[in-house]
């Protein structure tokens, strides 16, 4: 934090003289602070940060959306979780859903470069609907990302299989929510064979991840 802090103060400075030049620095910079800020239980501060580096990138994806828009995207996200942690829920499901919005419009136009990073917010979406109460949605855009990641994970396993299982355990859950056990038990198995398989070959890596989906699965094969 110490570190950060100190590469936050230099390239405000500097973006201060030349904020052409140094702006993006500077947003990369406050990213990173925030991230530390929250490891460290920080929380307020760390909003604040990211707030700032959100409303750099803002700015600059004005003037150069080409260049800028995936950054504006990532911040967002992270700052869409920095809201749910202090309980702004509403706040961070508008977040997100901005987020979601630049992505998709993305990986319209390069899904080749995108599509991976719209399933990682449609999967934070359904977690921030999720938290609302308001389930049908949060499973909606849970389906989806299930439906992205099994395609990125048909052309390569080897980059997507973790994340294709890692949707698949969510999106049992949501369905478990709302009463779809059969269904729930369906995408939870397919993630637990993913997961073990992903274990056998690295147990140092997914051995808690498999552990984690067969609680699952035993869940709701006692409801």
């Known amino acids: 934090l110490a570190a950060i802090t100190e590469a936050v103060e230099i390239r405000r400075e500097l973006a201060g003289l030349r904020p052409d030049a140094f702006l993006p620095d500077l947003a990369t910079s406050l990213n990173n602070q925030s991230v530390r800020l929250e490891h460290l239980g920080r929380l307020e501060e760390a909003l604040a940060a990211i707030t700032e580096a959100v409303d750099a990138y803002r700015e600059l994806a004005g003037l150069r959306p080409d260049a800028f828009l995936p950054n504006l995207a990532t911040v967002l996200n992270n700052l869409s979780s920095h809201l749910g942690d202090l309980g702004r829920r509403e ?125 699952v699965r035993s869940w709701l094969r006692s409801r």
């Open 91 to 215: 706040e961070g499901l508008a977040v997100i859903t901005e987020a979601v919005e630049i992505r998709r419009e993305l990986a319209g136009l390069r899904p080749d470069v995108f599509l991976p990073d719209l399933a990682t917010v449609l999967n934070n979406l359904s977690s921030h609907l999720g938290d609302l109460g308001r389930r049908e949605e949060g499973l909606a855009a849970i389906t989806e990302a299930v439906d992205v990641y099994r395609e990125l994970a048909r052309v390569r396993p080897d980059a997507f299989l973790p994340n294709l299982a890692t949707s698949l355990h969510n999106f049992a859950i949501r369905l478990g929510g709302l009463e779809r056990l059969e269904e729930a038990l369906a995408a939870i198995t397919e993630a637990v064979e993913i997961r073990r398989e992903l274990a056998r070959l690295r147990p140092d890596v997914h051995q808690s991840e498999l552990d984690r989906s067969l609680e």
